[in-house]
Each structure stands twice: as C-alpha cells, then as structure tokens.
C-alpha cells in the first residue's frame, strides 16, 4: 500500500538553529500536506501544496514539493521555542490522508 | 464556528469490551476521517464516511467500524478490545473529500485499554 516516510524521527536544535524535515512517497501524490502537533496536542494544518515544483512560505517556514510530486520537506530558519512540536507531512491520495511518522522538534533555548 | 468536537476525551476500558467514540464534525462539513494514533506508529488512518457512506478504510481489522449519520456526526466502534488498542483516536472533518483539502481535527479521545 502507499506509504510515506519521513526523516528524520527526533530534531534537537539550539534556538536559532535551522530545521529540516523531509518526506518520501512510495507512489505520486494528488498533494501534500503539513501539520503541526503541540505536545499533549491534535494536529493542525499549516499548509497544503498542489502542483509539481511549488514552494511556499509562511514567514519563517518554506515547503516544498518536489517535481515527481513524491517528497516534499520544510524548513525553519532560525528556529524559536514556539516552534516545538511534532511535523507531520500528509499525502493526499483518493479520500484518505496517508501521514508519515513525523518529526519531534525540540528547541534548546 | 465551533470546531471537531471529540466525546469522550478520556475513557478506560477493559480487555474484550467494546467502546463507542463519538465525533461532531464541523458544521457543514460532509467528510469524516478517524485514526489511530500511537508513539510507535504515528497517524494511522482507519476509515472516511461522506455523505453517510464509507468511502475509504485503512488496513485494521474488523473490530474496527463506524458509522456517519445524516447530520455527518460520526461514531467510531471497537470490539472485543485488545491492550494493543489503546492509543489516541482521532477525527477529522473536511468540507469535501478528505485529502482534498484542509483537515480540521478534533481533540481526540484517549483510549486505555486495561
């Protein structure tokens, strides 16, 4: 079945460092997706992307998705404490959002 | 707009019983999804109701079932409860196809299985 992998599980920066997550699929998807989840929290969206190439930023965040529309990765820069949290992709496929594992961010401050 | 509310949030249950979660989806959102939550395996997705119909299922066994009525609340049904699945269950209601679009999810309901 379809999977999505994503890199790495765990992420310990310093405050000011920058972050990276990265996402694989098995198969082409219709789209991507990234979520956040707080500790003790439920996921919440951040974004969605469509088409083949696209990059998007939402100040200190930048998604990509790749030109085979199979990975996809954000980046942080200059990471700060509210940033601590679980990154979640999803791949949008047919009616079901199939979730990598996620990245565990913790920031050192 | 209230959001995707989740009843019960916390709920203890013993091997072999059977439990039923609720989920209120936003409202006029047509689209159901539940899944599973664990440390060791992330998000799992269990199954997608629209428009009362279940369109699309995950690979859980057959303990696992639910059920959307015509105000698109949704219930979720495990039977025959094993300690393996205790976990974070979560719902997500979308205005159209899940995947489509944005996901809202609920709080989630902790189930314990003892």
Known sequence: ?109 | KAGVTQTPRYLIKTRGQQVTLSCSPISGHRSVSWYQQTPGQGLQFLFEYFSETQRNKGNFPGRFSGRQFSNSRSEMNVSTLELGDSALYLCASSPEQTGVGQAFFGQGTRLTVV
Request: hydrophobic share 30%; charged share 15%; with cysteine.
């Open chain 1, 1 to 109: 079945g379809q999977q999505v992998m994503q890199i790495p599980q765990y992420q310990h920066v310093q405050e000011g460092e920058d972050f990276t997550t990265y996402c694989n699929s098995s198969t082409t998807l219709s789209n991507i997706q990234w979520y956040k989840q707080r500790p003790g929290g439920h996921p919440v969206f951040l974004i969605q992307l469509v088409k083949s190439g696209e990059v998007k930023k939402q100040k200190r965040l930048t998604f990509q998705f790749g030109e085979a529309k199979k990975n996809s990765s954000l980046h942080i820069t200059a990471t700060q404490t509210t940033d601590v949290g679980t990154y979640f992709c999803a791949g949008g496929q047919g009616g079901k959002l199939i979730f990598g594992q996620g990245t565990e961010l913790s920031v050192k401050p």
